[in-house]
């Protein structure tokens, strides 16, 4: 997997999918209006859309989990306003350390 070409392509899969997730979420949470589900059904079929530019499947996924876990941390931050503690920021690095040994493992 060329790195320049997959990263961006990782966090813009992780931001459909938790873009699409949480505007689901601030619908069962506050009984808001339905639109929110209109709009979680275009990121959600942009994320599923986004899964089929990536390399391979089996790999890919894998280390897609990666930076969703990460991009989920960062979310929070930003959106949430939950600030990551250490343990956090630990355990999003541990998965992005993963998910570069899974995508960018010289292979034969």
């Known amino acids: 997997m060329r790195p320049l070409v997959t990263l961006p392509l990782f966090a813009l899969t992780a931001l459909a999918e938790i873009v699409g997730c949480y ?8 009984a ?28 890919a996924y894998a280390a ?8 989920a941390v960062v979310w929070g931050w930003l959106v949430e306003k939950q600030t990551p503690d250490r343990w956090d920021l630990i355990g999003a690095a541990v998965c992005l350390v993963g998910m570069a040994i899974i995508a960018f493992a010289p292979r034969s």
């Open 23 to 30: 505007l689901v979420f601030l619908w069962v949470r506050g």
């Open 64 to 71: 897609y989990g990666g930076v969703y876990v990460a991009s």
């Open 32 to 59: 808001r209006s339905p639109l929110l589900l209109a709009g979680a059904a275009v990121s959600l079929s942009l994320f599923a859309w986004l899964l089929s530019f990536h390399p391979s499947a089996g790999r």
